[in-house]
């Protein structure tokens, strides 16, 4: 065991130093990698108009300011009629710029050790391999999103289901802010039948959604309306697996990801997650990296389907299957970084190479899933 907890700890720092070159050179290849909390402003911005009663998805894109000390919100940024509230976790809407800045920072750094020490209660290896998930941790903060600290809500959430519903359901619903990240948890959270944690997350966000309805003085259905008529993302956003079947209707690539989101979660559960003690939640994480839209912001979420991988590796009994699972948890650090910089190296361009990116890392996640539910059956 000292041995192979060795070898880990090796392997991870490699995936950091890796992780680390490969987020220099793409800061070469990703025109908004120039630009630190590029995602923060628009996001804080929303929540500051919604917290001054402003309805702030009818100012989306206007360039000039409604209220100049706030500033625009730019085209393309948006959430969710819940999160224009709860989104204040994040960015909090109730403090100036700079201050709402350092919060954020703040927030990344306690949960990213909250989540360490919890995670290594049950796996003495996690801290050993997270630096090579540092990388995805800090792509999200550096681009001032929310993405890495909903990871560490989710996983924080699926470890407390069972003995602590009512805190996992309350993290559950604070994710939600992501539900394109947040509901392949919830699918699988529904198959294991932890409704008080599903109705806990529900109560919430409806509280969020009539408080925002309440602030803006408008109807909670119009909100919705306005949600979903803002082009979210913009044209480079990724819409799931089906994002290159479907390239010019992000609607329907979306719809039928989810569809096979869900699918993927449903067999690979009943094939052998069903009845594992924290494990049973992988399916949902991996799901997470093809169900819906996204971007780069959330990967920091694999690091227990990781976990996983370094489990079968110590108990496999041939060399094969050891070289197979390490090569996995390999995968899932660095595979989607190399897999980018590699198009964006032979010329492809930004949209291309990062939906082939995306489309390859996802057939790869699924089947790496199958696998992950044949061992464990």
């Excluded at 959430?79 to 700079?98: A, C, K, M």
């Excluded at 480079?236 to 869900?262: I, N, R, W």
């Amino acid at each position: 065991m000292k041995k192979f907890a060795c070898l880990v700890f090796a392997l991870g720092l490699c995936c950091f130093a890796g992780n680390y070159f490969l987020l220099l050179e793409l800061k070469n290849f990703w025109w908004a990698a120039q630009y630190p909390l590029f995602d923060f402003h628009g996001q804080w911005a929303l929540c500051v108009y919604t917290l001054r009663g402003v309805d702030p998805y009818s100012i989306i894109g206007i360039k000039t300011p409604l209220i100049e000390e706030i500033g625009i919100i730019p085209a393309g940024w948006s959430t969710t009629p819940w999160g224009l509230v709860l989104g204040n976790f994040f960015y909090p809407g109730f403090l100036e710029w700079l201050d709402a800045v350092k919060y954020f920072i703040l927030l990344n750094i306690f949960l990213l050790l909250a989540t360490a020490l919890v995670l290594k209660k049950f796996f003495p290896l996690a801290a050993m391999i997270l630096p090579a998930f540092f990388a995805s941790f800090f792509i999200s903060m550096y681009f001032g999103n929310a993405g890495a600290v909903i990871c560490c809500l989710l996983i924080l959430s699926c470890i407390f289901a069972d003995e602590l519903p009512i805190l996992s359901g309350l993290l559950i619903g604070v994710a939600m802010v992501k539900p394109q990240v947040a509901l392949p948890i919830c699918f699988a959270l529904l198959l294991r039948k932890n409704f008080k944690v599903l109705l806990t997350a529900a109560i919430m966000n409806f509280l969020a959604w009539g408080a925002a309805a309440l602030m803006t003085n408008q109807s909670p259905i119009t909100l919705l309306t306005e949600f979903f008529s803002v082009k979210t993302g913009g044209n480079v956003v990724f819409s799931g697996l089906f994002s290159l079947v479907f390239p010019e209707d992000k609607s329907l690539a979306m719809l039928t990801s989810m569809f096979a989101g869900c699918l993927f979660i449903w067999l690979t559960w009943r094939l052998g997650f069903k009845d594992k003690k924290i494990f049973w939640a992988c399916p949902a994480y991996l799901a997470t990296t093809f169900f819906a839209y996204s971007f780069h912001n959330e990967f920091f979420i694999l690091i227990l389907p990781a976990l996983a991988c370094l489990h079968f590796a110590d108990r496999a009994d041939y060399l094969p299957m050891k070289i197979f699972w390490l090569a996995a948890f390999i995968f899932l650090a660095l595979g989607v970084y190399v897999l980018f910089l590699l198009l964006r190296i032979f010329g492809a361009d930004l949209i291309t190479a990062f939906w082939v990116t995306r489309t390859i890392f996802a057939v790869a996640i699924i089947l790496i899933g199958f696998f992950m539910a044949r061992t464990l059956d």
